[in-house]
């Protein structure tokens, strides 16, 4: 098991670290979307429904000038509590331990690091991953993991567990609503210090009272990302 604190620092003295998504996104700045509970702008929109949500994601960016987004990590969310997928005794999961990056179907993501595939697998049930891809990193002895969710079914094709994926290399697309588990296009992308076993699937959001054991392994995956970002 690899901690926060460890994969973040290992990131950081690592020399070998590639664009997640094209170029052309990362010349200008993302909004910044914020689907907290206590956001009072998205209490009027309805999560389970992929019409709304698409909309309120389209009139933001357009709003604000801007053509992708981004954002989420440790937000407590409550779109959750639409899917019983999400109920954990008496509480939804609801802390997010990834970040949303909102882009077109289709559009490419490439391996930020050096990788083996740890695993993949269709998560086919609502406001699921739908396909999801899981890479093992190793970084100086700091092992850990990346997760992709929310593509295509094609990105599935022709992998392999223990298949070596280089910095840079293409790994998949986006997948539209029709197989991402039912939400408007967009990646879901998070790290792993400790996979406890699953495979092909992780958490996304975990209950309120696990917050500080989760984020202890999860680090904030931005800083895959901070080095590429506009810069106004």
């Known amino acids: 098991m ?16 590639s664009p997640l998504i094209p170029r052309t996104f990362l010349r200008t700045p993302p909004f910044r979307f914020d689907f907290s509970k206590q956001n009072p702008e998205i209490q009027n929109v309805d999560m389970s429904d992929v019409t709304d949500l698409q909309k309120f994601i389209e009139d933001s960016l357009d709003a604000a000038g801007l053509v992708w987004g981004m954002g989420g990590y440790n937000e407590d969310r409550f779109f959750y509590e639409k899917s019983d997928l999400f109920k954990s ?11 949303d990056i909102w882009l077109p179907a289709g559009t490419e993501i490439y391996a930020p690091l050096d990788a083996t595939v740890h695993s993949f697998h269709y998560n086919d049930k609502f406001l699921d ?39 840079g290399e293409r790994l998949a697309e986006l997948g539209s609503v029709d197989v991402n588990g039912s939400w408007p296009p967009h990646l ?20 309120p009272s696990e917050r500080a054991k989760y984020l202890a392994i999860c680090p904030d995956p931005e800083i895959l990302l901070k080095n590429f970002l506009h810069r106004t």
Do not use: W
């Not at 690899?2 to 990131?11: N, Q, R």
């Not at 005794?89 to 970040?99: A, K, P, Q, V």
């Not at 699953?198 to 975990?206: I, L, S, W």
């Open 2 to 17: 690899s901690s926060s604190i460890e994969i973040t620092s290992a990131i950081k003295n690592c020399n070998n670290v």
């Open 89 to 99: 005794g008496n509480e939804y999961r609801s802390i997010h331990l990834g970040i």
């Open 129 to 167: 991953y739908g396909p999801t891809i899981v890479l093992r990193h190793d970084i100086a002895g700091v092992v850990f993991q990346t997760l992709y969710g929310h593509l295509s079914m094609s990105s599935l094709k022709g992998l392999s567990e223990g298949k070596v994926i280089r910095s």
């Open 188 to 207: 879901h992308f998070q790290m792993i210090g400790d996979m406890m076993g699953k495979t092909g699937d992780y958490p996304a959001v975990v209950i």
